[in-house]
């Protein structure tokens, strides 16, 4: 006889099978039902773990934003050099919305249907490690080693839109083209763009120390 499966490992595949059902067809047009049977569960033990569909959906969006707020600040406290915190800080996002593309096309979904509740959450949950990159990038500027004309928040802003967007929304537009890049194509793209439009051009390599932002 098996043994029975730990909480925590039940409360896991209930927020993964939400968080896809909830990107795939959206809050409204997904049952706690459909949630239950996807994770294999029934109807009344997934309301004993979240005690309600709304609650459901408050503990995913809670998860998902939860890793960049804990995860993002360690990973630039980790790097020695200003382009190794560009680098890290931009492959944590990449890595975090590439390694499972429904949280990108859930956060997409989310913003346009509640975005006044999504802008409480990036308060509470973003604001905390974006305000370190956008720091970095001032002291960059200061140090002569970051464009002057880059606009910290701007810049941000965009970066994020692209990445997000890439990946929620990229198995459709890169149809646009004859020859349609793949996504981690993209993505690559998206990295270069990001890196020479922030650093001015050095007289070595960007994966050499370039000297510390802070």
Do not use: C, N
């Amino acid at each position: 006889m098996s043994a029975a499966p730990e909480p925590s490992d039940v409360r896991s595949r209930i927020l993964t099978e939400a968080t896809r059902l909830f990107a795939a067809r959206g809050y409204e047009g997904t049952s706690i039902q459909q949630v239950a049977a996807a994770a294999g569960i029934t109807r009344p033990t997934l309301i004993y773990h979240f005690g309600s569909k709304e609650g459901l959906r408050r503990e995913v969006l809670e998860q998902l934003l939860s890793h960049w707020r804990d995860d993002l600040p360690r990973v630039l406290a980790a790097a020695q050099t200003g382009t190794d915190r560009f680098r890290s800080a931009l492959d944590a996002v990449l890595s975090f919305f590439r390694d499972a593309p429904d949280r990108a096309r859930l956060l997409s979904r989310e913003m346009l249907d509640r975005p006044e509740e999504m802008t409480t959450l990036f308060a509470e949950h973003l604001q905390p490690w974006t305000s370190l990159i956008t720091d970095y990038i001032r002291r960059g500027q200061a140090e002569g080693r970051i464009r002057l004309g880059i606009d910290p928040e701007a810049y941000l802003v965009q970066i994020l839109h692209a990445a997000i967007g890439v990946i929620a929304t990229g198995g459709a537009t890169q149809h646009i083209l004859r020859d349609p890049p793949s996504a981690e194509r993209q993505l690559a793209e998206l990295f270069r763009i990001a890196k020479v439009s922030l650093f001015k051009d050095r007289p070595h390599d960007f994966g050499a120390s370039d000297g510390q932002l802070l």
